[in-house]
């Protein structure tokens, strides 16, 4: 399924057919209630000024495309994404998307002193700052706190803090869920 036409209910669409179901079905479940334990960050970063190094880089303003090579690293605000690859599409001077790729390509997003630092990893990550979610894919893992899923495919909105993810093979989905303390 392309990713570009990814709905909430795609992911779970495909799940009847796998043995895990029962399983991965509840996990999906739980993670509906993730919001209140705390997967969500600031939404502020978009605002903020975008800085990239890499080792190459190519443009193409006709098409509205950037390609960069070689330990990317994008900063913008709290916003942390590295790979080996990187594709930045805009139209009109404003971000549309982001795409990482590596073994594995890396986001980061947050404060960790305000509790609301999310760390992720996979093969790729495409992150939507107009719409304020990312993608994940290919041994994917999204954490926050004490809280962990790993899966093939993960999708998070960052805004509301809901995540969605999928196995597409053998392994389930994992999640680790821990209580906030009563402190």
């Given at each position: 399924?392309?990713?570009?036409?990814?709905?909430?209910?795609?992911?779970?669409?495909?799940?009847?057919?796998?043995?895990?179901?029962?399983?991965?079905?509840t996990?999906?479940?739980?993670?509906?209630?993730?919001?209140?334990?705390?997967?969500?960050?600031?939404?502020?970063?978009?605002?903020?000024?975008?800085?990239?190094?890499?080792?190459?880089?190519?443009?193409?303003?006709?098409?509205?495309?950037?390609?960069?090579?070689?330990?990317?690293e994008?900063?913008?605000?709290?916003?942390?994404?590295?790979?080996?690859?990187?594709?930045?599409?805009?139209?009109?001077?404003?971000?549309?998307?982001?795409?990482?790729?590596?073994?594995?390509?890396?986001?980061?997003?947050?404060?960790?002193?305000?509790?609301?630092?999310?760390?992720?990893?996979?093969?790729?990550?495409?992150?939507?700052?107009?719409?304020?979610?990312?993608?994940?894919?290919?041994?994917?893992?999204?954490?926050?706190?004490?809280?962990?899923?790993?899966?093939?495919?993960?999708?998070?909105?960052?805004?509301?803090?809901?995540?969605?993810?999928?196995?597409?093979?053998?392994?389930?989905?994992?999640?680790?869920?821990r209580?906030?303390?009563?402190?």
């Open positions: 399924m392309p990713m570009d036409r990814y709905t909430p209910l795609s992911c779970r669409s495909k799940l009847g057919s796998s043995p895990h179901a029962g399983a991965i079905g996990a999906l479940l739980m993670l509906l209630w993730a919001p209140a334990i705390g997967f969500a960050v600031p939404v502020v970063d978009a605002e903020q000024p975008m800085h990239i190094r890499a080792q190459a880089a190519e443009f193409d303003h006709w098409n509205g495309r950037a390609v960069y090579l070689g330990e990317v994008v900063r913008q605000g709290t916003l942390q994404v590295t790979g080996e690859r990187m594709t930045v599409h805009y139209l009109d001077a404003r971000l549309v998307r982001v795409t990482a790729s590596g073994e594995p390509a890396r986001y980061q997003q947050g404060s960790a002193p305000a509790g609301s630092l999310v760390r992720a990893s996979a093969s790729l990550i495409t992150y939507h700052p107009g719409e304020a979610r990312i993608e994940l894919a290919g041994e994917a893992r999204l954490a926050q706190a004490k809280n962990d899923v790993a899966g093939e495919i993960i999708h998070y909105d960052i805004a509301s803090g809901i995540v969605d993810a999928a196995a597409t093979g053998q392994e389930p989905v994992r999640v680790i869920l209580p906030a303390s009563g402190d």
